[in-house]
């Protein structure tokens, strides 16, 4: 047993999530391992909701995220996105504005455990943590189109940490990097072996957590800030973008044929 582990509280569980404190470190893992961690609305809502409470825990003063199994996630569930029109999918870009202004928004600092694939939103989600720590085994990256789903908010934050001309590589053939590829262009800060993941996400956010409050707050702050136009410009995008990508009936033809071709393997 490490060290970290010695020290877990687990302080809740739910089917989807699982919230523990590691000393002064709340942990979030995402628990459907069976899916690859895929979230739903609903799982998004949990998260939305654990991610406030720490912020506002005087207890908590650095946050980590992970997820179980072998997968950070795969990104949103194809299963409910399935049926989406696109006033449905007006409805869940809000969704996922109100998730990713919860994750910039966040005073403490974000360290992300990534465990195996991040893809799509969940890779969007990972780039939003401000620092993250990944194995030889991780792969990232914006698969969308594979689905038949326009990118927005992938490309968006894909141009700022990566520049225009990977934004592009990446959005159109939908490939994923792997983990050498991502910590030597800086999206994976620390490479270390598969089994030593969490404890250094735990040493670093520990370190963080002992790190100036009001400095901490008004640096992610500023960040934010530096970001703020181009985000809402994302959204207002996304909402245009999908509705039209959803009402062609594209996506769900796609899906059906991933399904199909899961099915048979």
Not at 97 to 119: D, F
Request: charged share 25%; net charge negative; hydrophobic share 45%.
């Amino acid at each position: 047993m490490s060290n970290a582990t010695a020290k877990e509280i687990v302080t809740q569980m739910s089917q989807d999530i699982l919230v523990k404190h590691v000393g002064p470190v709340g942990v979030i893992t995402l628990n459907r391992p069976a899916s690859l961690n895929a979230w739903t609305i609903a799982m998004r809502e949990q998260i939305i909701d654990t991610l406030q409470r720490f912020d506002a825990d005087d207890a908590v003063s650095a946050i980590i995220m992970t997820g179980a199994g072998r997968a950070f996630s795969a990104g949103q569930d194809l299963g409910e996105a399935h049926d989406f029109d696109g006033e449905k999918a007006v409805s869940w870009i809000k969704g996922w504005e109100h998730y990713y202004a919860v994750l910039r928004g966040l005073k403490k600092p974000l360290v992300m455990a990534l465990n195996g694939t991040a893809a799509g939103s969940a890779f969007q989600v990972a780039l939003l943590g401000d620092i993250r720590v990944g194995h030889p085994g991780v792969r990232m990256g914006q698969p969308e189109i594979n689905a038949g789903i326009a990118s927005t908010t992938g490309p968006w934050i894909m141009n700022h940490m990566l520049g225009m001309s990977r934004t592009i590589e990446l959005t159109l053939t939908g490939r994923l990097m792997d983990a050498d590829e991502c910590y030597r262009i800086g999206l994976i800060h620390h490479l270390v072996p598969e089994h030593q993941v969490f404890d250094k996400a735990v040493e670093i956010a520990t370190e963080l957590a002992t790190k100036p409050p009001v400095a901490m707050r008004l640096d992610k702050q500023r960040f934010r800030e530096m970001t703020e136009g181009t985000f809402r410009d994302a959204i207002e995008a996304g909402m245009r973008i999908q509705r039209e990508s959803y009402d062609s009936g594209e996506p769900a033809r796609m899906m059906e044929a991933f399904f199909a071709k899961r099915a048979k393997q």
